[in-house]
């Protein structure tokens, strides 16, 4: 029963049931979870905001260069300023500005790369999961096949070949992560396949489509979510990998592998430049694996022991 | 046990013809390699007279036999770069690379081991929390920003390592550490999740009552049956560390395969490119497969399935 899993793990049910001494010591392990999970999805919706609002939040043109100002110390060191509060980087352009336009790329990355490998992903692994037999090896198979090559190689290789840019890496990232979907979508379609509801539905005369889109996708969701989760956290890593080698999103857009990648060579005397981006990274990672953790210890009933 | 054995071999097989055919449609459908060969200011001449000398001009599938025929006989090929055959190049680094692979998964092993025991054993705890919290950070951590974290800190700081190269042991610790972090999340959590499961069963129960001293119960009794999950996740997590060793190899300039692939890359040396994604990928194969019998052969249960 999904809903009432939705309403025990919000905060105000645990701390009613919190007073049953029984329960106490399983539930605080799972208060302190949905805490978690309350931390990382306010800061992902902080870094939503702020990509979203980076127009009017940027204090300059991030591609504007200010000569006079190139390497700026950030405010928090001794030579910073409030005309530049995160610096600039060595062509002398606003680092806060950068900075919020990279969210903008990193969370397009995240999002895009999710929707379309979910989408080849979902449906490969629902098929297989509802018909089994023949449909079901031949996904396992193009699952393991895909599962052999390692996609970063996979995607340099590609995006060396085809070049580099936004787009490019979307697509290939996209065509790439779509087997960890696969292989949760064809396990769950499996459990739910052979429930009461999916049974009626096919002796009402539904068809497979309106089975599989109507019955079966809206109950796997909860698995749906929490991969596509996952997966997105892994994409913008990927990118910023690629984007590091100098093979993904290519200058001068600001993507947060970029500018560390741009500025390794100043690392002696200038290691906020990397330090500011890949902090922020970090920060935006952790904050989608905390809220795909969170949920996926809302969605699962043996999960919260 | 046997047919089992054959039939995991089969897929196997099947899998490595897969990966052969994709590694081979993706470097010939991403572009026309002989104008990459000829390079800049070549002449059409000059690019028709490599099409021909390369049989770039014959058929795909007459392609592809060809050059499958020639990998069976251990010839992958010469690269365009060093002007060396492909096979002997890539043999020659992947010495490097495995050692690095290896080195990281022990080191892994050496973090996940005693914390997923030890959030195990005071489970709900603050050490519990303090494990946990840090897998979490470390998974958000990019592992080319961790790596250029341990330059600063271990080299430009404190001057203990050396920043580049692969001539002392010296050389791999920072590699190690910046590869093998990222893997030792994933591992902690299964520990701690098998270890969770086997110390409530009856047998730790019974060892317990016998009066056995607990740490011989922890290690000797539960320890050795939360393991084997483990050895399942080894082999897709040295998938990923072999992906992985391309960024990390790249940043310590380690002379192994995954340096070789980014130089390969840049310089557009298909043959080489193409040689190191299939050794990869038959790699991980093989160590599935390893894998798959060796917890067949640990759990019979698996075998009949």
């Not at chain 1, 490969?124 to 970063?152: E, H, N, Q």
């Not at chain 1, 991969?227 to 993507?255: D, H, M, N, Y």
């Not at chain 2, 994604?277 to 399935?305: C, E, H, K, M």
Request: proline letters at 5%; aromatic letters at 10%.
């Amino acid at each position: 029963m999904p809903g009432s899993t939705l309403e025990s793990a919000s905060p105000d049910a645990a701390a009613v049931l919190r007073v049953d001494a029984a329960v106490a010591p399983r539930l605080s392990g799972r208060v302190w979870r949905s805490r978690a999970f309350a931390v990382g999805a306010g800061l992902l919706l902080l870094i939503l905001l702020v990509a979203v609002l980076a127009p009017w939040l940027s204090p300059h043109d991030p591609y504007e260069q200010d000569l006079v100002n190139r390497t700026a110390q950030p405010i928090w060191m001794a030579k910073g300023t409030w005309l530049h509060p995160l610096g600039t980087d060595p062509l002398g352009r606003d680092y806060l500005s950068r900075m919020l336009y990279g969210a903008r790329i990193s969370l397009l990355i995240g999002i895009s790369v999710a929707l379309i490998s979910g989408l080849i992903g979902t449906t490969m692994g629902m098929l297989a999961g509802y018909f089994g037999g023949k449909t079901d090896m031949l996904v396992s198979f193009l699952v393991t096949t895909r599962l052999s090559m390692p996609v970063i190689l996979v995607a340099l290789a590609t995006v060396a070949l085809v070049g580099g840019s936004l787009w490019i890496v979307i697509l290939v990232l996209g065509l790439l992560k779509w087997d960890r979907f696969a292989v949760v979508m064809r396990s769950a379609t499996q459990q739910v396949r052979s429930l009461d509801y999916v049974a009626a539905a096919e002796s009402a005369g539904a068809s497979t489509t309106r089975i599989l889109l109507g019955e079966v996708l809206p109950n796997v969701m909860p698995h749906l979510i929490v991969v596509a989760t996952l997966e997105a956290a892994s994409a913008i890593l990927l990118e910023a990998s690629l984007s590091f080698l100098g093979l993904g999103v290519q200058p001068p857009l600001p993507s947060w592998g970029l500018m560390i990648s741009e500025a390794k060579a100043y690392m002696f005397f200038s290691f906020w430049l990397i330090a500011i981006p890949g902090t922020a990274l970090a920060l935006l990672i952790f904050a989608i694996n905390l809220c795909g953790d969170g949920l996926h210890e809302l969605f699962s009933p043996e999960g919260r022991s | 046990m046997i047919a089992y054995a054959l039939q995991r071999l089969g897929l196997a097989v099947l899998v490595g013809i897969a990966v052969s055919l994709i590694a081979f449609l993706l470097l010939r459908l991403s572009g026309d390699p002989a104008t990459a060969i000829a390079g800049e200011g070549a002449t059409q001449v000059d690019i028709e007279l490599i099409r021909q000398t390369y049989g770039f001009d014959r058929p795909l599938p007459v392609q592809y036999v060809a050059w499958l025929g020639n990998l069976l006989r251990g010839d992958l090929g010469d690269s365009i770069y060093f002007k060396t055959p492909a096979g002997p190049l890539i043999l020659s680094k992947l010495k490097t690379t495995l050692l690095l692979g290896f080195l990281a998964l022990v080191f892994a092993l050496a973090i996940s081991l005693p914390l997923g025991v030890l959030a195990a054993l005071y489970k709900n705890s603050w050490i519990d929390r303090l494990c946990l919290g840090t897998a979490v950070i470390g998974q958000a951590l990019p592992n080319f920003f961790f790596a250029l974290l341990l330059i600063m800190f271990f080299s430009i700081s404190m001057r203990l390592l050396p920043v580049s190269g692969s001539d002392t042991w010296l050389h791999f610790i920072m590699p190690t550490i910046a590869l093998g972090y990222y893997v030792a999340p994933a591992f902690m959590r299964l520990v701690r999740a098998g270890m969770i499961e086997v110390l409530e069963a009856d047998y730790i129960r019974t060892a317990r009552a016998k009066g056995l001293p607990r740490m011989q119960v922890v290690f000797k009794h539960a320890l050795r049956n939360a393991v084997v999950p483990v050895v399942a996740l080894t082999a897709v997590q040295l998938g990923y560390l072999l992906g992985g060793s391309v960024v990390i190899e790249t940043i310590f300039a380690l002379d192994g395969l995954g340096y070789l692939a980014y130089q390969s890359i840049t310089f557009k040396d298909f043959p080489v490119m193409q040689a190191i994604v299939l050794l990869l990928s038959v790699i991980y194969v093989l160590l599935t497969l390893a894998s798959d019998i060796a917890n067949a052969w640990l759990d019979p249960r698996i075998r009949v399935a």
